[in-house]
């Protein structure tokens, strides 16, 4: 079955920067729209980006717009997160996620999903 592994995460101070990866296995990676998406606890799983097959397509919620850069490589089956600017309020798990579909903003659409990584961002 199809794996997804995130690594990247840590303890940055307000204004760091840090670059998460996801790393897939299991089936043809050009054939997966990617996401990227953040839980804080006791809070609902929340969008941060996506990107399209070819990866010539983006979608970011508004509170990263501009800090945040979501690509990927094809060649070796990974897709980025590369986190600028953060703020503490960016500090949640991090999750990668992916599907056979459009690439989209709600969680319950993705099918594969990463078991996390942590994102502590320190003020």
């Known amino acids: 079955q199809v794996q997804l592994v995130e690594s990247g995460g840590g303890l940055v101070q307000t204004g760091g920067s840090l670059r998460l990866s996801c790393a897939v296995s299991g089936r043809t990676f050009s054939s997966l729209a990617m996401g990227w998406f953040r839980q804080a606890p006791g809070k609902e799983r929340g969008f941060v980006a996506a990107?399209?097959?070819?990866?010539?397509?983006?979608l970011y919620a508004d509170s990263v717009k501009g800090r945040f850069t979501i690509s990927r490589d094809n060649a070796k089956n990974t897709s980025y997160l590369q986190m600028n600017s953060l703020k503490p309020e960016d500090t949640a798990v991090y999750y990668c996620?992916?599907?056979?579909?459009?690439?989209?903003?709600?969680?319950?659409?993705?099918?594969?999903w990463g078991q996390g990584t942590q994102v502590t961002v320190s003020s």
């Open positions: 990107i399209s097959w070819s990866g010539g397509s983006t």
């Open positions: 996620a992916a599907r056979t579909s459009y690439y989209s903003a709600n969680y319950y659409e993705y099918t594969y």
